[in-house]
């Protein structure tokens, strides 16, 4: 062939100069996204389309940590579908999480039931825990997160992107709706 298209001469399509970093997802903008996410299973344990989309300001730990590597660089409108292993998701099992307390370490009058969420004070903050047995005497409970072990598959559409305010970037999180309200 004699002529060949732009694309397979290598040339890049010409675009403004200086790039507008605030479209695509990046460091100090405020994302605000749809996800389903999936278990290995095929079971759905989250689903943001039922609600406002999620806002979050990019790199400030707001998220789990393979979720924003695997957006960076998307722009508004694009889809993308990813699976994090443990690792990369709410980290592995951690069996030392796995703790049995005394009967009467719980309030008398608190109904103890296998599921119940409940949250321990402790040295480090507030930490979500679940009961995941109990006797007469012994409540068996796991600090591990609901989804530690897994590997979770997303499949996200970015809804909106925004460069974030400097109040947002000093607290570290979003403002407005989806984001902090304070
Ligand atoms: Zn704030």
Same mark, same amino acid.
């Given at each position: 062939?004699?002529v /060949?298209?732009?694309?397979e001469?290598?040339?890049?399509?010409?675009?403004?100069?200086?790039?507008?970093?605030s @479209?695509t &997802?990046?460091? @100090?903008?405020v994302a605000?996204?749809?996800?389903?996410? /999936?278990?290995?299973?095929? @079971?759905e344990?989250d689903?943001?389309?039922?609600?406002?989309?999620?806002?979050?300001?990019?790199?400030?730990?707001n998220?789990?940590?393979?979720? $924003?590597?695997e957006?960076?660089?998307?722009?508004?409108?694009?889809?993308?579908?990813? /699976?994090?292993?443990?690792?990369?998701?709410y980290?592995?099992? @951690?069996?030392?999480?796995?703790?049995?307390m !005394?009967?009467?370490?719980? !309030?008398? $009058?608190? !109904? &103890?039931?296998?599921?119940?969420?409940?949250v321990g004070?402790?040295?480090?903050g507030?930490?979500?825990?679940?009961?995941?047995?109990f006797?007469?005497?012994?409540? /068996? &409970?796991?600090?591990?997160?609901?989804?530690?072990?897994?590997?979770?598959?997303f499949?996200?559409?970015?809804?909106?992107l925004r460069?974030?305010?400097e109040?947002?970037?000093?607290?570290?999180?979003?403002?407005?709706p989806?984001?902090?309200?304070?």
């Amino acid at each position: 062939m004699l002529v /060949t298209s732009d694309e397979e001469r290598g040339f890049v399509r010409p675009r403004p100069w200086p790039q507008n970093m605030s @479209d695509t &997802i990046s460091k @100090d903008m405020v994302a605000s996204v749809h996800y389903i996410g /999936t278990l290995s299973s095929g @079971d759905e344990f989250d689903n943001s389309r039922d609600r406002d989309p999620l806002e979050f300001l990019v790199g400030h730990g707001n998220m789990i940590p393979g979720f $924003e590597d695997e957006m960076m660089g998307a722009e508004v409108g694009e889809k993308r579908t990813f /699976t994090l292993e443990a690792e990369r998701g709410y980290g592995e099992r @951690d069996e030392s999480g796995v703790q049995e307390m !005394p009967r009467d370490a719980f !309030p008398d $009058e608190m !109904p &103890i039931e296998v599921g119940l969420q409940l949250v321990g004070e402790t040295e480090q903050g507030p930490l979500p825990f679940k009961i995941t047995a109990f006797s007469d005497t012994t409540v /068996t &409970i796991d600090f591990n997160h609901e989804l530690a072990g897994e590997a979770l598959t997303f499949n996200v559409e970015v809804m909106g992107l925004r460069a974030a305010s400097e109040e947002e970037i000093a607290h570290g999180h979003a403002h407005g709706p989806g984001g902090h309200h304070h």
